[in-house]
């Protein structure tokens, strides 16, 4: 398989994709709710994974599809061609403010990902990365990520964190809020590795993530130099949930090291 022409295949699916998406604003969004209230899923993040799958299986019958939705296949093992599908990442963004959503798309072969996208819908943005090829912002080469300071580092996080819960000692990320220079945000776990990528964000961190929402941007993350493992500074397992953290390198190790204290 030539990876040029699959990139320039998944490229066209997205691009299409986010049309369909944007087209979809006239329409009258059905919303139900999933695992519990907070949870939600929309006709067209259904109708957008059922769109990919049925090129993807039409032009690639021997590619397995592992998307949020459960159109794709039932995936146990990442043998041969495996798309990871987040039609929309920031499902509620797009219900309640129609920005700061994402396609993700990350495609691996036998558990390497050689192809990452992570496209801003309303931003016409597409982040991409090719393994070993670098990656891209639109047409624009991104460089490397440098190495971030703490105390002037925007850390990725949400109200979560902060509270007390079941996954981490708080007290540290009481301490971790008070050292960086700010806090963010966005919703989307796709497009706050993005952020990271570019260097809008020094970090991002996450107590739960389901492969489709980092499998492009793990991709996209390691052409540039950020690091990514789970909070225990672990490799990501893409079978299955994980904890995560995508850093600049000085910043991740500081951060597990230092702050993210797991009970
Ligand atoms: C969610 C978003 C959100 C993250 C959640 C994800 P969805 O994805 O990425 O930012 O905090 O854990 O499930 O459901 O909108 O695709
Ligand atoms: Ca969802
Ligand atoms: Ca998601
Ligand atoms: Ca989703």
Redesign the pocket.
Known sequence: MDIHKLDKYAKSLIKEAAGRIKASFNTELIIETKSEAN???TNI?KETEQFFIGHIKRDFPDHRIFG?EGFGDNIQDLNGYVWML?????????IHQKKN?AI?LGIYKDGVGILGYICNVMEDDLISASLGEGAYFNDLRIPNVEQARIEQSIIGI?ASWVVPNKYIEHEGMIELVQTVRGTR????????IAYVVTGKLDAYM?M???P??IAGGMVVAKEVGAIVTNLEDKPINLLTQNTFLVAKPGLHKELVTNYIKLK
Do not use: C, K, Q
């Open positions: 949870d939600l899923v993040d949020e987040d039609p929309i990442d920031g499902t509620m963004n797009f959503f993700s949400n945000s966005y919703g989307s776990a796709a497009i706050e996450s739960r993530l389901s489709w929402d």
